[in-house]
T-cell receptor, first 115, second 114 residues
Framework: GAGVSQSPSNKVTEKGKDVELRCDPI?????LYWYRQSLGQGLEFLIY????????KSGLPSDRFSAERTGGSVSTLTIQRTQQEDSAVYLC?????????????FGPGTRLTVT | AQSVTQLDSHVSVSEGTPVLLRCNYSSSYSPSLFWYVQHPNKGLQLLLKYTSAATLVKGINGFEAEFKKSETSFHLTKPSAHMSDAAEYFC????????????FGAGTQVVVTP
C-alpha cells in the first residue's frame, strides 16, 4: 500500500520567506510526527499529533514554526520568516496509534534550503 | 524520562566481517526499542523492534539485536557485512511514560570496505 508521502521533495527559499511543507500519512494512522534532521545530526523531534488530542508541540524550536493536521489526516508544517539555520531535511512519520510498541513509518523527507 | 546512547558515531568494517553497533538506553518503564537504517538520501527504514516478547529479535537483511535488561542494552549485530550495509543506523526507545514519543540516538555511520 501507499506509504507516507511528503511534498515538495526539495524546497529552496530566500531568507525571510514563509514555507509550507506537506505530509500525507498512511491511511488509518492516527499518530503523526514531524522531525528535523540537520546535516550530520540525528533526528530532532518537532511536533506530534495523536487523533483529536491537542498536539504535543514541545519540540518546536521557535514560534516561527507551527503545524496543523486537518481532518485527522494531512498535516502541514509552516515555517515563517525562514532563517538559514532552518535549512535541514524535514521528516514526517505516521503510526497506527501513539503507543510505544508501534513503529513509525517515515516519509522520504523535504530538503529545505534557505539562501 | 527516557534516553538512548549510541556508543559509536562511526564504525568501519570490512566486507564479510561481523558488524556490531552498540546502543544503551535509560528508561523508568519497560521500553520498546527499535533500530532504523537510513541509506544516503533515503528515508528511514525499520530494521527490527523489541516490544517485550523474545529478547533476541531478528530483523531484515540478516540483522538481529538482543535486549539485555540487566545491561540496559540493545546492540545490533550482523554476522557478515555487505557493501549495501553502508548507511546510518539509529537506535530508538519509546516508553509508556512518554506516550507515543520516540527518543532517537545520535546515529552510527557504518562504512564497509571491500
Amino acid at each position: 500500500g501507499a506509504g507516507v508521502s511528503q511534498s515538495p521533495s526539495n524546497k529552496v527559499t530566500e531568507k525571510g520567506k514563509d514555507v509550507e511543507l506537506r505530509c500525507d500519512p498512511i491511511s488509518g494512522h492516527t499518530a503523526l510526527y514531524w522531525y528535523r534532521q540537520s546535516l550530520g545530526q540525528g533526528l530532532e523531534f518537532l511536533i506530534y499529533f495523536q487523533g483529536n488530542s491537542a498536539p504535543d508541540k514541545s519540540g518546536l524550536p521557535s514560534d516561527r514554526f507551527s503545524a496543523e493536521r486537518t481532518g485527522g489526516s494531512v498535516s502541514t508544517l509552516t515555517i515563517q520568516r525562514t532563517q538559514q539555520e532552518d535549512s535541514a531535511v524535514y521528516l514526517c512519520a505516521s503510526s497506527p496509534a501513539g503507543v510505544p510498541y508501534y513503529e513509525q513509518y517515515f516519509g522520504p523527507g523535504t530538503r529545505l534550503t534557505v539562501t | 524520562a527516557q534516553s538512548v546512547t549510541q556508543l559509536d558515531s562511526h564504525v568501519s568494517v570490512s566486507e564479510g566481517t561481523p558488524v556490531l553497533l552498540r546502543c544503551n538506553y535509560s528508561s523508568s518503564y519497560s521500553p520498546s526499542l527499535f533500530w532504523y537504517v537510513q541509506h544516503p538520501n533515503k528515508g528511514l527504514q525499520l530494521l527490527l523492534k523489541y516490544t517485550s516478547a523474545a529478547t533476541l529479535v531478528k530483523g531484515i537483511n540478516g540483522f538481529e539485536a538482543e535486549f539485555k535488561k540487566s545491561e540496559t542494552s540493545f546492540h545490533l549485530t550482523k554476522p557478515s557485512a555487505h557493501m549495501s550495509d553502508a548507511a546510518e543506523y539509529f537506535c530508538v526507545v519509546s516508553t509508556t511514560d512518554s506516550w507515543g514519543k520516540f527518543q532517537f540516538g545520535a546515529g552510527t555511520q557504518v562504512v564497509v570496505t571491500p
